[in-house]
């Protein structure tokens, strides 16, 4: 979160597939990436945008500036201080997709994307929990169910239930940019078996 300015996250995005194997796969597309000069891992790129850029707009155009080639694919949401600003944008090497919000101001994003003719298959850990739903379906399923989410105030895991919430969640973080406010809870599965409970929390705001 950039206080003041905008609040940016990460989704991990499709498997890029080559040979079948998954863990193959995920070690060549990972491999390939990463021997091309000049590439930059998302994450770094999150953070020169959260260190560099002054507003929402300058959020943008850096994470969808061409000239930069990511080491793995990713997908950003951005949020800025307006209910108007946000938007979710797709990261594939040098290629950038922009989604906007629809006409009720809304937009959402699993871990798959939403322009269509991207390359990648759907991951399968949050169908973990459902052997009868497809990884695709899955997805659909939490970008509604996040989408929903966004029709009221957002308090965190209590919010969740699955398969937004799976046994692969491990962080819930909710980020306000205009008043600089940030809780992050961390989970973890119980014993017994079973989804993820909150085991510490952290809030960050502007006494802080």
Do not use: Y
Request: proline fraction near 8%; charged fraction near 20%; include cysteine.
């Amino acid at each position: 979160m950039a206080p003041g300015r905008f609040a940016l996250a990460i989704n991990q995005a499709p498997r890029i597939p080559i040979s079948g194997a998954v863990i193959v796969d995920e070690i060549i597309a990972h491999w390939r990436m990463l021997c091309r000069a000049g590439t930059l891992p998302a994450s770094h790129l999150l953070r020169q945008i959260c260190e560099t850029a002054p507003d929402f707009a300058s959020a943008i155009a850096g994470l969808s500036d061409r000239a930069v080639d990511l080491a793995v694919p990713a997908i950003f949401t951005v949020a800025g201080i307006g209910a108007e600003e946000t938007c979710v944008i797709e990261a594939i090497g040098r290629e950038r997709r922009v989604h906007h919000p629809d006409a009720a101001g809304i937009v959402g994003v699993a871990n798959d994307w939403l322009s269509p003719d991207l390359p990648g298959r759907p991951r399968i850990h949050a169908a973990a929990w459902s052997k009868d739903m497809t990884p695709a379906a899955n997805n659909r399923l939490r970008r509604s169910a996040i989408c929903a989410l966004q029709a009221g105030r957002f308090e965190g895991a209590s919010d969740l239930a699955e398969p937004v919430l799976n046994d692969h969640t491990v962080i819930v973080a909710a980020m306000n940019a205009r008043r600089g406010e940030m809780t992050v809870e961390a989970l973890d599965p119980p014993a017994q078996g079973g989804l993820p409970a909150v085991v510490a929390t952290r809030r960050i705001g502007p006494k802080d």
